[in-house]
T-cell receptor, first 113, second 112 residues
Framework: GAVVSQHPSWVICKSGTSVKIECRSL??????MFWYRQFPKQSLMLMAT?????????EQGVEKDKFLINHASLTLSTLTVTSAHPEDSSFYIC?????????FGPGTRLTVL | RKEVEQDPGPFNVPEGATVAFNCTYS??????FFWYRQDCRKEPKLLMS???SGNEDGRFTAQLNRASQYISLLIRDSKLSDSATYLC?????????????FGGGTRLMVKP
């Protein structure tokens, strides 16, 4: 299957700082990438859909000014958590769509102190 | 009501047991269904698609009942390595195209 990478895999930061997470499709071009968030013992919740070259579409309840998404190329999408707070601590997973299948990155565990 | 609902478990079964999970979905227009497997602190990985006619892949059998809007996953001869969380996934649509909606997951623990 296709491979998606994320960087960093784990980040700890102080409250109020911004954190950028990169999602790359390594062996395919993903015109659409998805960003999910997963809290402990809960399922994945879609945050936003990112289309290359256009603005991301955010799900209800997700603040677009807090979670900045950039999808400047067919192989890279970034999620920036601005002014992170402890309640933003979560597991962030991206996925890239190839045909009708989604391939997930390994996830980024964010801990905000 | 959640769009996709699953019994969270955990299901604790001995090796060799047969175990079944059910998942219900609320949108009758949903067309595509999947089972994903997620290991602790890892990303979900596609286990199998679910077809109307039912499908089998080794020890795993998936069934779809459109009339009752539920999907099932049957695991035969459970292995220790089957211990994971199984996510029921339904494809829906938003303004950006199609999207996956995940159930809350069912946790399986296979014990020796």
């Amino acid at each position: 299957g296709a491979v998606v990478s994320q960087h960093p895999s784990w980040v700890i930061c102080k409250s109020g700082t911004s954190v950028k997470i990169e999602c790359r499709s390594l062996d395919f071009q993903a015109t659409t990438m998805f960003w999910y968030r997963q809290f402990p013992k809960q399922s994945l919740m879609l945050m936003a859909t990112s289309n290359e070259g256009s603005k991301a579409t955010y799900e209800q309840g997700v603040e677009k000014d807090k979670f900045l998404i950039n999808h400047a190329s067919l192989t890279l999408s970034t999620l920036t958590v601005t002014s992170a707070h402890p309640e933003d601590s979560s597991f962030y997973i991206c996925s890239g769509r190839l045909y009708n299948e989604q391939f997930f990155g390994p996830g980024t565990r964010l801990t905000v102190l | 009501r959640k769009e996709v609902e699953q019994d969270p478990g955990p299901f604790n079964v001995p090796e060799g047991a047969t175990v079944a999970f059910n998942c219900t979905y609320s949108n009758s227009a949903s067309q595509s269904f999947f089972w994903y497997r997620q290991d602790c602190r890892k990303e979900p990985k596609l286990l199998m698609s679910v077809y109307s006619s039912g499908n089998e892949d080794g020890r795993f059998t998936a069934q779809l009942n459109r009339a009752s809007q539920y999907i099932s996953l049957l695991i035969r001869d459970s292995k220790l390595s089957d211990s994971a969380t199984y996510l029921c996934v339904v494809i829906g649509f938003n303004n950006a195209g199609n999207m996956l909606t995940f159930g809350g997951g069912t946790r399986l623990m296979v014990k020796p």
